[in-house]
């Protein structure tokens, strides 16, 4: 590398985990936001084009359910979170080059160019899969909203992915007394169509 190459500015693109648009910003988010903010600042002091990229990430079965229990859109929710969450943001002076949200037409579009792209090219798959389904809230049930006990140590009250007492791993399916963690029903099982990207096609 000449020393001319050595002293040009670097061009930089940096982002955060984005913040879940179902609750508040808690402290354990400003220490990741303020640690990457001092970082961009000191690029930029350096001379260095770096541009600072964030939203909020607006999907997810948290999110509809927080609304519900709100008695909100989830529309209406994820407006009201970007704007406390911003206001969150600026109260602590961290400086994005913009802050977005993944409920966006760009977003939409950058998307479902890249799912058609995948699956134009055979990496799209799709498969049966059995999941728990919860009837009173009506809905199919992720592995957190799950829980029920441990089907290795027998530990009550665990999440329907892992185990918090002995760590062990499994299948909501597995769980032993299975309940939805929403409304306490016991949940069913159903089988229905999901969609898989083939990683190891890119690898």
């Known amino acids: 590398m000449s020393s001319h190459q050595r002293n040009m500015p670097r061009k930089i693109v940096v982002t955060s985990a984005l ?9 354990g988010h400003l220490v990741e936001y303020l640690q990457t903010d001092i970082w961009v600042r000191f690029q930029k002091m350096c001379g260095n084009e770096c541009l600072y990229f964030c ?10 359910i927080s609304a519900r229990a709100a008695g909100i859109s989830p529309e209406n929710l994820i407006e009201e979170m970007h704007k ?5 943001f600026d ?20 998307s479902e160019l890249v799912f058609s792209r995948l699956n134009e090219a055979g990496s799209i798959v799709k498969r049966t899969i059995e999941q728990t389904y919860c009837a ?3 809905m199919p049930l992720p592995d957190r909203f799950v829980r029920g006990t441990c089907p290795r140590c027998k530990a009550e009250d665990q999440y329907g992915d892992c185990c918090e007492v002995c760590s062990a791993t499994y299948q909501p399916t ?9 409304c ?5 099982f159903q089988t229905s169509e999901h969609y898989f990207f083939k990683l190891a096609d890119y690898q």
């Open 136 to 138: 009173s809230c009506k």
């Open 55 to 64: 939203a909020d990430d607006t999907h997810g079965t948290p999110i509809m």
């Open 84 to 88: 406390e969450h911003k206001a969150d």
């Open 19 to 27: 913040p879940y648009a179902n609750g508040p910003i808690h402290i």
């Open 184 to 188: 306490r029903a016991r949940p069913t």
């Open 174 to 182: 597995d769980l032993i007394n299975p309940y939805c963690s929403t």
């Open 91 to 110: 109260g602590f002076h961290i400086e994005f080059d913009n802050y977005y949200t993944t409920h966006s037409p760009e977003n939409r579009y950058f």
